[in-house]
């Protein structure tokens, strides 16, 4: 908690100025509400989600008869908890034999999460096999490459400009021979390129399907938090093109509107498994709704 609590320390900052001034307020009034709403837009909660919150905030605040605008701190926390209601998360790659594909654009952290995500498994005793899918950059299979290393687990990787496919088929055999927990792909995002992006993706799903169609796949969306409102339009047109089964949100540590993370799941309605608090390997944390809330409006 302390680890996210202070991850989140600009976030924080900027919620509870928000907050103080609404709380401040001498009664629960239009004014009140008013402030309460832009400092929740502020912080990239998002328009359509902040003003789901406040209609079931009144609502709320209307059944308890409160009059004191201090006292609407817990329904608050409430009714934030309550708009990332999207059922239990699972982790089956932590248990199950699996193959993760981490998807998402250039910048947004994906190399370093794909590097954090192995130590994390590794350290949990899994058996963690990395491949190098993101053949177009020459630079991102070295990047990976450090980060594997510093992980201690192992990485396929292909020539630059190989068929990404071809590097996740050879992936896949030597899973297999090395009786691999965790195959990770670290994928192309060339979102800018959407037809081939996906054309791409799709031969890598008929791989898997065929060559290792026992193990359990995963598809984590990578967000860049810092990216507000523009992260939430990306995972749209990655939805359009790749069944995502989880959302990694970075970079929480180095915005103030960490009350993205809200907006993402409760607007996708999809869950949030990790967020990046930092730049370090250690550095990224499993999501948890209500912990997550907590800590922003502490
Ligand atoms: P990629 O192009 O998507 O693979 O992005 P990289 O993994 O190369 O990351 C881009 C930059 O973001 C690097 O400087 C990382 O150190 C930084 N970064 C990634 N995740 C986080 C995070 O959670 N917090 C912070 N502060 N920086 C991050």
């Not at 399907?209 to 507000?228: N, P, R, W």
């Not at 960490?258 to 990790?274: M, T």
């Not at 999501?287 to 800590?295: E, L, N, T």
């Amino acid at each position: 908690f302390s680890r996210l609590f202070h991850g989140l320390t600009k976030s924080r900052k900027q919620m509870s100025e928000g907050l103080d001034e609404a709380f401040g307020c001498s009664e629960i009034n239009d004014e009140f509400y008013d402030n309460l709403e832009e400092t929740l837009v502020m912080s990239d909660i998002g328009i359509e989600t902040t003003e789901t919150v406040i209609e079931n905030l009144k609502i709320l605040v209307d059944d308890y008869g409160i009059t004191k605008p201090s006292e609407c701190r817990k329904l608050l926390a409430d009714c934030l908890k309550n708009q990332m209601k999207v059922g239990t998360t699972d982790y089956a790659f932590e248990r199950e034999k699996s193959v993760v594909l981490v998807i998402g654009v250039n910048g947004v952290g994906k190399t370093t999460t794909v590097g954090k995500l192995a130590a994390k498994l590794k350290k949990q005793k899994r058996r963690v096999l990395v491949a190098a899918a993101d053949t177009f950059r020459a630079a991102a299979t070295e990047q990976l490459q450090t980060w594997t290393n510093r992980a201690g687990v192992e990485i396929v990787t292909g020539q630059e400009g190989s068929d990404p496919a071809a590097v996740v088929y050879d992936a896949v055999a030597a899973a297999k021979a090395r009786k691999t927990d965790v195959l990770l792909v670290d994928t192309a995002g060339r979102l800018h390129n959407k037809k081939n992006l996906m054309q791409e993706l799709q031969k890598i799903y008929r791989i898997l399907d065929k060559e290792y169609a026992e193990a359990h796949l995963e598809t984590l969306l990578v967000l860049d938090g810092t990216t507000g409102q523009n992260a939430i339009s990306q995972a749209k047109s990655f939805q359009e093109i790749a069944d995502i089964t989880g959302i990694i949100l970075t970079k929480l540590d180095g915005t103030a509107k960490g009350g993205i993370a809200i907006a993402v799941q409760s607007e996708l309605e999809i869950p949030v498994k990790y967020i990046g608090v930092g730049e370090q390997i250690d550095d990224l944390q499993k999501f948890d709704p209500d912990v997550f809330v907590d800590a922003l409006l502490d």
